[in-house]
């Protein structure tokens, strides 16, 4: 209903709205524009002074209105009603609409709503006001709040000129750009917000002018980031901390956070850590929740890489605990923590949780716009819902994490996709799949250095799990070797949890028993305090027998015991899924263990 439906409309007018008295017809016409309406509001936008007594009429005669609180102070008109009242009052007196507008738009300012005072802005057509008014708010709804989707339809709605002109909003479509991976766009608008910037900067006062080309700079070092020009990122950083001035706080800690990020992703631990603290610290002190979910998201990976879950379950924690918004309802800038907590989950072999968390990190990723995280936590489900046995979900899961991974076309994202799609084949029993991944792969040179430090390792043991599958053991030890001797320089001991066990699975079928001991002993050692159970439950069936081997000699043998026990249920509770998972993929939506049963 567009409101001008004949039927209803004849209805409406001839036996509601006309059967008022003039006065409330005037006002039922002038208020239609509020989504919510209230005695001051209306009283402010209708001129009048008696709409309390109005409302109050309105509401005993029981005229499409609803009251939205148990104190009867706020009210709405029915959807329908309301859109016909709007038709109504542009057909009858369209003049008024623009001033009604900007009086509602004037009062919420007023009393403190400003997402209501910019729509309103925006629907009077006056844009010079509305711009005005995103330029003041836009820093607090995009970081503060984390509502990247509302600046952006805020921009879309204002004439381009109006965004160009004015360097603060050129900026704001860029990081909305930045968010939904739309590179090619932002690389072509960047002229426009140089430009922008420069004209701004020269009229700005001493202390005014290094801000814009400061945030300039860390846009640049983003989408250098995303673009693949992962040695181009340090330069911007450092260019915008040299001169964004301290009171910037926002900027400077996306700065830090950006520099914090490609730390993590080269696995500079250390730096990265020291970083990221700074980086939280900053938005601490400046109140920008949003700003320390960025820095600590990117910290409890640090914690991941280095096998410390506790502490990365206590940082995704006081995410949770930040994105908490005061009328309800989570912040979605924290995805991150959802997709992490689940991540951890899986680790631990907990699956239901781990579903759970990893679903909620889903719609959050989706409502905030952040495809990466989309990508991410499609493939974690995937993931999940491999090892649950359910191989439909997981090639649902799959192939749009695939789609995701298109959509951005992030060089170094591409080839984590095609990495994690490789090691999911993999444990899907198709080592052709993963041989074509690795033979794809394993002849790449780096040397332009666009690949992350951590994910050239993270592919190093890929293929060695690929080399070993495929029964080149002295290829698969060598590889292993290197990449033990990389991740105990660097502190990357969940690496080595994983090292260790592929290390005893080589040593194992080479009949060197010994050996495979103390390598898989090793792994025990390092995931035992941190209950990482899913590396060793995904391993293949040579693992049970070195298990016990472990067990007999009592090296971590409490956990060894309870790895046996869980490799052995999962067997007996995956078994009859797996029988019948061809003829699940061929329907719609696939059966159920209890189904199966």
């Not at 309103?120 to 708010?137: C, K, M, P, R, V």
Request: some cysteine; aromatic content about 6%.
């Amino acid at each position: 209903f567009a409101g001008d439906d004949r039927y209803v409309v004849d209805y409406l007018l001839s036996e509601v709205v006309e059967r008022q008295p003039r006065y409330i017809q005037n006002f039922l016409l002038q208020t239609s524009i509020l989504d919510r309406l209230n005695v001051r509001l209306c009283n402010h936008v209708t001129g009048q002074v008696g709409s309390q007594q109005i409302l109050e009429t309105l509401e005993q005669a029981n005229l499409f209105i609803v009251p939205l609180d148990n104190r009867r102070q706020w009210f709405r008109y029915h959807h329908l009603f309301a859109e016909f009242l709007r038709a109504r009052l542009r057909q009858t007196t369209p003049e008024l609409e623009a001033d009604l507008q900007t009086r509602a738009s004037q009062w919420h300012l007023e009393h403190g709503g400003v997402d209501d005072a910019v729509e309103h802005a925006l629907l009077s057509g006056d844009f010079t006001a509305a711009a005005d008014l995103i330029e003041e708010q836009g820093a607090r709804v995009m970081w503060s709040q984390g509502r990247m989707r509302t600046i952006r339809r805020w921009l879309e709605t204002l004439p381009p000129n109006e965004v160009n002109r004015r360097p603060y909003l050129a900026i704001a479509r860029s990081w909305s750009l930045l968010s939904t991976g739309e590179l090619e766009t932002l690389a072509a608008y960047l002229p426009v917000v140089e430009a922008s910037v420069r004209a701004q900067t020269a009229e700005c006062r001493a202390d005014q002018g290094p801000v814009l080309p400061g945030q300039l700079e860390v846009v640049r070092a983003e989408l250098a980031l995303f673009q693949g020009e992962i040695n181009e990122v340090g330069r911007y950083i450092e260019r915008a901390l040299e001169i964004l001035p301290e009171h910037d706080t926002i900027s400077r800690a996306l700065a830090m956070q950006t520099q914090g990020y490609v730390q993590r992703l080269q696995g500079e631990v250390v730096g990265a850590e020291l970083t990221l603290q700074a980086a939280h610290q900053l938005s601490q002190a400046a109140g920008n929740r949003s700003g320390q979910i960025f820095a600590l998201v990117d910290l409890a990976e640090v914690y991941m890489i280095r096998g410390e879950f506790e502490r990365a379950t206590a940082t995704y924690q006081t995410m949770q605990r930040l994105a908490e918004q005061p009328g309800g309802g989570i912040n979605p800038v924290a995805c991150g923590a959802f997709v992490g907590l689940g991540r951890i989950h899986f680790a631990r072999g907990d699956y239901a949780p781990a579903l759970a968390l990893l679903e909620e990190g889903l719609v959050l990723s989706e409502r905030v716009g952040y495809r990466n995280y989309v990508r991410l936590t499609h493939f974690l489900l995937a993931q999940v819902e491999e090892a649950s046995g359910r191989r439909s979900r997981a090639m649902s899961h799959l192939h749009a994490a695939l789609d995701a991974s298109r959509a951005l076309n992030t060089p170094w994202i591409v080839a984590r996709m095609a990495m994690e799609e490789a090691s999911l084949r993999l444990a899907q029993g198709d080592l052709p799949a993963a041989q074509r991944w690795a033979a794809a792969t394993g002849g790449r040179l780096d040397l332009d250095g666009a690949m992350p430090s951590y994910q050239s390792h993270e592919e190093q043991l890929l293929l060695a799990r690929v080399e070993q599958a495929s029964g080149d053991y002295a290829a698969a030890q060598t590889r292993l070797a290197r990449c033990r001797q990389a991740a105990q320089a660097a502190d990357w001991q969940r690496s080595l949890i994983d090292i260790g066990l592929q290390e005893a699975l080589c040593y194992a079928v080479q009949n060197q028993p010994v050996a495979a001991r103390q390598a898989l002993g090793e792994a025990l050692a390092l995931a035992a305090p941190q209950d990482a159970v899913q590396v060793f439950l995904q391993a293949g069936p040579t693992l049970s027998p070195l298990l016990q081997d472990a067990i007999d000699h009592d090296l971590v043998a409490t956990f060894a015991k309870r790895l046996l026990d869980r490799r052995a249920t999962a067997v007996t509770s995956t078994a009859g899924v797996n029988e019948y998972a061809a003829a699940s993929n061929a329907l719609e939506e696939p059966l159920t263990a209890r189904e199966l049963e």
